[in-house]
């Protein structure tokens, strides 16, 4: 039976701006163990990113490709998930913002800002090839199908490390079932500890 402890309510009806988590009863290999940021959910359809599935390519080496002026950037091209798509840009500049996710996290896809924001060496950055996308009401489906497990995205789980993030999203969803009453603020950063 599908889990659906954790239905939308009508102030979380859009998720974007929080992470997805695929549940055991969504067998589709491309979410396995991944992390899903959304950038945009709505009555249209949806579309989010990958955020913990590193590319063997970096942005030098794709910015060679590409025919860029050379960028010395070493970060890793993530991949965002199984639609095609342009590459796309996770950052915290709002001057060079196609769209805000949530307060001070953006995306970017027009080449000439990600050109600009690969050269600033300070900026939070994530890039992504490719997506994954929803028709209208497909991801209310699967939530409804308890597919999918979510929780609110920060911006420093964001551009945190690859290889942990599931992890820490993951244990923060089991204690928003669990606990859901529980003030995060007080517990302990590792409750294994107690």
Not at 58 to 63: C, M, P, S
Not at 109 to 112: E, G, K, L, V
Not at 151 to 156: E, L, W
């Given at each position: 039976m599908p889990l659906?402890?954790?239905?939308a309510t009508m102030a979380e009806k859009w998720l974007t701006g929080h992470f997805l988590v695929a549940s055991r009863y969504l067998r589709d290999p491309n979410f396995a163990q991944s992390v899903v940021l959304m950038i945009h959910h709505d009555h249209q359809g949806a579309m989010?990113?990958?955020?913990n599935r590193p590319s063997d390519k970096?942005?030098?080496?794709?910015?060679e490709m590409i025919g860029n002026d050379p960028c010395d950037r070493d970060d890793r091209i993530f991949v965002g998930g199984p639609v095609p798509g342009p590459l796309l840009a996770l950052h915290t500049v709002q001057a060079f913002?196609?769209?805000q996710i949530m307060p001070g996290l953006y995306f970017s896809?027009?080449?000439?800002e990600l050109d600009l924001i690969v050269r600033k060496k300070k900026v939070s950055l994530r890039l992504c090839s490719?997506?994954?996308?929803?028709a209208s009401g497909q991801l209310e489906g699967e939530l409804e199908a308890g597919g999918w497990l979510w929780?609110?995205?920060?911006?420093?789980d964001v551009f945190a490390d690859h290889e942990s993030i599931w992890k820490t999203v993951t244990q923060r969803i089991g204690l928003e079932i669990m606990?859901?009453?529980l003030d995060r603020a007080h517990l302990p950063s590792d409750p294994s500890l107690n």
């Open positions: 659906t402890v954790r239905r989010g990113v990958v955020i970096t942005v030098r080496e794709v910015w913002a196609d769209h896809t027009d080449r000439d490719g997506n994954a996308g929803w929780t609110k995205a920060t911006i420093d606990a859901p009453d």
